[in-house]
């Protein structure tokens, strides 16, 4: 059982775009290295706990 996801978005623009959602952080730094190039200087990977509510905050992984 997974205790977090790790989501890949783009901060390119004001929504945020998720572009994956991945079970082990390797993973979602293996993506987000594969379409880095598209939103420049605008990935980002930030892992969120199993049953994370917005107001819980969130704990960013890598940019």
């Known amino acids: 059982m997974r205790n ?3 989501i890949v978005q783009q901060d390119a623009t004001p ?3 998720v572009l ?3 079970g082990d952080p390797g993973e979602a730094d293996e993506f987000a290295e ?4 598209l939103f420049e200087d605008h990935v980002l990977i930030q ?3 199993i049953g994370y ?5 969130s704990s ?3 940019a």
């Open 15 to 17: 929504d945020n775009t």
């Open 4 to 6: 977090a996801v790790w």
């Open 34 to 37: 594969t379409v880095k190039d």
């Open 47 to 49: 892992k969120f706990e």
């Open 53 to 57: 509510k917005f107001t819980d905050g």
């Open 60 to 62: 960013r992984y890598s």
């Open 20 to 22: 994956g959602v991945f």
